[in-house]
Every structure is written in structure tokens, then in C-alpha cells.
């Protein structure tokens, strides 16, 4: 399971239903001055209809990468991702990211304007369409009062709720977040995970999340792929949908979350790992 540029594909049902989004055997490289780098070797993975997916993995495991090509910004080496059986080529309105950064933001445009953007640039509404839709999401996070406002005078999470409302507005096949609450203080952080899931319960989105923090996967996810250093590899798939914001701290929370760490960094410990597990929860990597 862990050999060196072993390629893995997670281990699927024989009668899996037509998923949205498909990474087949994809590796992803980039350049630095010195040399070609790859970032993850032969990923697969299937995202069906409103699944919460999380790709988990340290630092430099190519998670964020793998995000950027399902997005269209970055082509594969090796593989190919389909949305809806159609080959991901470019960027493209079906495919809103949310990035981390909140200052990306227009400073000169209001929160309604904001939303507003890219249904205008996009032309995908009019402008009295747009400015009903715009309304309309912001009203689901929480910030119609703040419509007229403009970015700098918003909280860190506000400013996260307008990006979400705004990536909403486009109403994409697949919501693309990477790291998007890294940057909040902790409290923030809950809350506006809390904020996320309620949001899905009521709009049931699909979303592809990334992150590094094993607690934010068990919550916001019902499935997580786990990446393995670099260069990111499959190691397995867990099933997370029983647990919410009120598990964290239980028992079976806790045992959840050190179990995910031994099978992304103690390698030698994986046949162990599965005799305690029984792997009823776990798709493994083959």
C-alpha cells in the first residue's frame, strides 16, 4: 500500500451510481526554477451529488493542486477529470472556488455588488436578476443587512459569508473550497464551519473542501480522501457523515481523528491499524 510512486485508486462498490466529478489516475507537476516537481501521482477519486468530499493530507501533498485542476486552472500530466463525463479542460462558471483570501473582495464594490460580479461578467443574469440573486444568498448567510456595506468595514467571517454567497449566486455543479477558514481565529473558524453545514443542509450543494486539519475534515465531510506526503497519494477513503460540530470531543470523535493520523503518517503501523479497525468505515487505497 505504500510503496514508493505506487499509483492507488480507492476501491468502489461494483454498482456505484453516475458521479459528478471524476479524477481518473491523475498525476499534476509544476515547475520551480531548479526542477519539475510533482505534486500527487495517479489519484482517483469519484465525488457524487451533494457530497461534502474533503482531501485531507500535510502540507505539500498536492490536495490544494488537485483542487486547482478540477477547477480547470491546471492540466493533468497523466489522467484525466470529467464532470459530468465531460473532460475538465479550462475554468469554467459550473466550477466556483472559494479561496482562503478574503481580500479578494472589489474594496470599491459593496457586499451586493460583490455577489452581483460575476452574474453580470459571466452574463449569466441581468442586472435586476442578478441583483434579486444576490439578494437572495445573502439572505441564507446571514448578511442582507450588510448588503450596502462595503468589504472593509467586515469581520474576517463576514467577509468569508460574502464569498461563500457569492460562489452560491453562481449556482456551480460543484463548490470548490481550499482552506477557506484558515485564516479565521478559532472561534470564527466554528462558527463558520456551524454556518457551512447548515447552509448545505438547506441548499444541498456539492462540495469538494480541502484542508490540513484532520478535526475541520470529520466535521464539514461526509467522505475524506486521505493524501499522503508528497508527492500526494491515495492512502484510503473514510466515511465521515456521522459526525457534526456537537461530536467534537466525544469518544469515538477523538478515536476517529487518531486513527486518520496513523494511517496518513505511520506507515509501518497500517496492518495494526486494520486488526483494530476492522475497516467497516475505511475504503483502503489499493
Not at 52 to 59: A, D, H, Y
Not at 268 to 282: C, K, P, S, V, Y
Request: overall charge neutral; glycine content about 6%.
Amino acid at each position: 500500500m505504500n510503496a514508493p510512486l505506487q499509483g492507488h485508486t480507492v476501491s468502489k462498490p461494483a454498482t456505484a451510481a453516475q458521479a459528478l466529478l471524476s479524477v481518473d489516475n491523475v498525476s499534476l507537476e509544476y515547475r520551480t526554477p531548479q526542477r519539475v516537481v510533482r505534486a500527487t501521482h495517479q489519484v482517483s477519486f469519484e465525488i457524487d451529488p451533494a457530497d461534502r468530499f474533503v482531501l485531507l493530507g500535510p502540507s505539500g501533498c498536492g490536495k490544494s493542486t488537485l483542487l486547482k485542476a478540477a477547477a480547470g486552472f491546471i492540466q493533468p500530466v497523466e489522467g484525466e477529470i470529467r464532470l459530468q463525463g465531460q473532460r475538465v479542460e479550462a475554468p469554467g462558471p459550473d466550477r466556483i472556488v472559494v479561496f482562503q483570501e478574503f481580500d479578494q473582495l472589489p474594496p470599491w464594490k459593496t457586499v451586493k455588488q460583490n455577489v452581483m460580479f460575476p452574474l453580470l461578467a459571466s452574463r449569466t443574469l441581468k442586472r435586476k436578476d442578478a441583483e434579486e440573486r444576490a439578494l437572495h444568498y445573502l439572505e441564507k448567510v446571514g448578511l442582507a443587512a450588510f448588503a450596502d456595506a462595503y468589504p472593509h468595514t467586515l469581520s474576517g467571517g463576514m467577509k468569508a459569508r460574502v464569498a461563500i454567497a457569492r460562489a452560491l449566486a453562481m449556482q456551480p455543479k460543484i463548490l470548490l473550497m481550499d482552506e477557506p477558514f484558515a485564516a479565521l481565529d478559532a472561534l470564527t473558524r466554528r462558527k463558520m464551519q456551524e454556518e457551512l453545514l447548515l447552509l448545505w443542509e438547506e441548499v444541498r450543494f456539492t462540495l469538494l473542501f480541502v484542508t490540513h486539519s484532520i478535526e475541520e475534515a470529520l466535521v464539514v465531510g461526509n467522505r475524506i480522501l486521505l493524501l499522503s506526503p508528497h508527492p500526494g497519494r491515495v492512502r484510503a477513503e473514510v466515511h465521515s457523515h456521522q459526525y457534526d460540530l456537537h461530536s467534537l470531543g466525544g469518544v469515538e470523535f477523538q478515536a476517529s481523528a487518531r486513527r486518520i493520523h496513523r494511517l496518513l503518517f505511520d506507515e509501518g503501523e497500517a496492518a495494526q491499524t486494520e486488526r483494530e479497525l476492522d475497516f467497516t468505515d475505511i475504503r483502503i487505497a489499493y
